[in-house]
Nanobody, 128 residues
């Protein structure tokens, strides 16, 4: 069974940075390398939204307009770990951040239904 564990969340002031990590287990290197990986977030009282996705091989990425130029998704397939570098954080970036994985390529913008495996989430709080 695929398991995803996020880490790196915390509280930061506006303008600050955080780096989230998502470690995968229960999946082989070859299968992991053929997956799309994504970060979603959910603010209190709001629906979960897709923040960024990276296709297998890392050749294609998607970013929500709200994070373009500030967030960067990357992955280390040898470690089966996904990252999200978040810079110039804003209070509206506050929420629970989840990583998710899907087999093959997913569409843009990402739909939650395409991702069968999810982590438990890590909280990001940005104060003004």
């Amino acid at each position: 069974q695929v398991q995803l564990v996020e880490s790196g969340g915390g509280s930061v002031q506006a303008g600050g940075s955080l780096r989230l990590s998502c470690a995968a287990s229960g999946i082989t290197y070859s299968t992991y390398s053929s997956c799309s990986m994504g970060w979603f977030r959910q603010a209190p009282g709001q629906e979960r939204e897709g923040v960024t996705v990276i296709h297998p091989g890392g050749g294609s990425t998607y970013y929500a307009d709200s994070v373009k130029g500030r967030f960067t998704i990357s992955q280390d397939n040898t470690k089966k770990t996904l990252y999200l570098q978040m810079n110039s954080l804003k209070p509206e970036d506050t929420g629970m951040y989840y990583c998710a994985t899907a087999f093959g390529r997913v569409g843009y913008p990402p739909r939650q239904a395409e991702f069968p495996y999810w982590g438990q989430g890590t909280q990001v709080t940005v104060s003004s």
